[in-house]
């Protein structure tokens, strides 16, 4: 299972492998897990969405982005976003990753085109919300969050509830609205729990929590143990629908997410798009290997056998050479 887990993650971070993706487009059955990959056919999609009674977190795709003219292009296209659902008054709020908009370039960059993308949204009393990266990532992202708060009401970040470190982090940012997620980056034991059970606990501890003394939960996650676990928690609790919504990723338990709007509670369902669609794709087999279920028989052709194959051979590789040091 590790061995599996460790193969997506690491074919998730392939340049190579990532770049050929943008030029095969949406393959590898990524179609039924990613919305579109223009902001039309996006938009579209989170109407049909949004007439269910169901709320969206946009992500324009990108991440580990390392030229600034990349992290320009991905926030004037978040900007377009941000632009759109004013326009069509979607139900839609923004999602995005510090990394796509320059945060491994240079802290001021990044921060400028945050400070840009919130300010905007702010206009519109659009949410934003910070997505969370890897470990190397995290205070560099709170830094961000914390910074941008200061100026506008309007945005949030992510817990993962895998790290050690989360419990202060939740308790430092409660005041901000939260996403409180298990995480899903490869992590070393010396910041992060390892086993199932004890990150399943914390995410239990955490989402709690924040439910009582927290501004606002989102709770991410497709796990349908914690799901009826918390259902109950708010009801012992006489806590409101208002103060929580539950999230999950688009093309994921369709079912149950309509299933949980018809109880009566908050949903949104986070929507990513665009040509980027690699690393998210993988992370989510790295997850859960039955999610190649979304390839249908149809896309899995010549080219997406090629781009499996090519992915096998280079984590064998680095296996190999890794065996050797
Ligand atoms: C809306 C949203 C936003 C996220 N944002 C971030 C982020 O910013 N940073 C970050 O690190 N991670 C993020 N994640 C990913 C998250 O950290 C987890 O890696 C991911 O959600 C998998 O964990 P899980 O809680 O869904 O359940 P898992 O632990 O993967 O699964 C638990 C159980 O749920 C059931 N299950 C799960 N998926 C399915 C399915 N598709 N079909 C049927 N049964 C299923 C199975 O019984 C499984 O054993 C986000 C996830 C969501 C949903």
């Not at 009826?228 to 079912?255: A, C, P, T, Y």
Request: hydrophobic share 40%; charged share 25%.
């Amino acid at each position: 299972m590790t061995v599996i887990r460790d193969f997506f993650i690491g074919v998730s971070r392939n340049e190579l492998l990532n770049e050929a993706a943008k030029k095969y487009g949406l393959k590898l059955g990524a179609q039924n897990v990613v919305a579109g990959t223009t902001i039309e056919e996006t938009m579209e999609s989170i109407k049909k969405i949004n007439v269910q009674g169901i709320s969206c977190a946009i992500d324009n795709l990108g991440e580990f982005v390392f030229e600034k003219d990349e992290a320009l292009k991905a926030k004037a296209s978040i900007l377009s976003v941000i632009e759109e659902i004013h326009k069509r008054g979607a139900d839609a709020h923004i999602t995005l990753k510090p990394s796509q908009l320059g945060l491994d370039i240079d802290y001021d960059f990044c921060f400028e085109n945050l400070e840009e993308v919130v300010s905007l949204a702010n206009k519109y009393g659009i949410f934003v919300n910070f997505d969370m990266e890897d470990y190397s990532r995290l205070q560099a992202s709170f830094n961000l969050v914390e910074a941008i708060a200061e100026k506008y009401d309007n945005v949030g970040t992510v817990i993962q509830a895998y790290f050690y470190r989360a419990e202060e982090d939740l308790n430092r940012y409660k005041n901000l609205r939260l996403r409180i997620v298990k995480g899903a980056y490869k992590e070393n034991d010396d910041v992060a729990y390892q086993d199932k059970a004890d990150i399943d606990a914390n995410f239990i501890k955490l989402i709690e929590w924040n439910l009582l003394n927290g501004k606002f939960t989102s709770i991410g996650t497709h796990d349908h143990d914690v799901i009826n676990h918390i259902k109950q928690f708010v009801k012992k609790h006489n806590i409101s629908n208002d103060k929580f919504e539950f999230q999950m990723l688009f093309g994921f338990r369709i079912e149950l997410q309509q299933q949980l709007v018809k109880e009566g509670y908050n949903f949104c369902t986070y929507v990513p798009f665009g040509d980027d669609w690699f690393g998210y794709f993988m992370r989510r087999l790295a997850e859960r290997p039955q999610n190649i279920n979304l390839v249908t028989k149809q896309v899995f052709n010549k080219k997406t056998n090629t781009i499996l194959a090519i992915a096998a051979g280079a984590f064998a590789l680095g296996r190999l050479t890794k065996k050797k040091k």
